[in-house]
């Protein structure tokens, strides 16, 4: 599986950046997703999962009612909508994907950068 992620940019504090992460090479849609961020000088950190079946899901409690996560099976896509953006979720997102949601992922994304400033 490879995935490649985009929607990365600079955005100003309170706006609103939507990440996409599409999957090629074999589909995920019988596959665990998540999305995770990498901050300067910090370790990496999970910020939101999605099972495939849409029945369960995780929110950092940081992003909790600010992010909401989804995905297209059929697209073989996953998104990560972030609102009310804080300079502190400024960092390098990546997505990634599981064999089943809540064990380790096996597969990731090359990361894009959100900056958001104050």
């Known amino acids: 599986v490879q995935l490649q992620a985009c929607g990365g940019g600079l955005v100003q504090a309170g706006g609103s950046l939507r990440l996409s992460c599409a999957a090629s090479g074999r589909g995920i849609s019988n596959r665990g997703v998540g999305w995770f961020r990498q901050a300067p000088g910090k370790e990496r950190e999970s910020v939101a999962a999605l099972s495939w079946s849409v029945g369960s899901t995780y929110y950092a409690d940081s992003v909790k009612g600010r992010f909401t996560i989804s995905r297209d099976n059929a697209k073989n896509t996953v998104s990560l909508l972030m609102n009310s953006l804080k300079p502190e979720d400024t960092a390098v997102y990546y997505c990634?994907?599981?064999?089943?949601?809540?064990?380790?992922?096996?597969?990731w994304g090359q990361g894009t950068l959100v900056t958001v400033s104050s």
């Open positions: 990634a994907v599981t064999p089943t949601y809540g064990t380790s992922y096996d597969y």
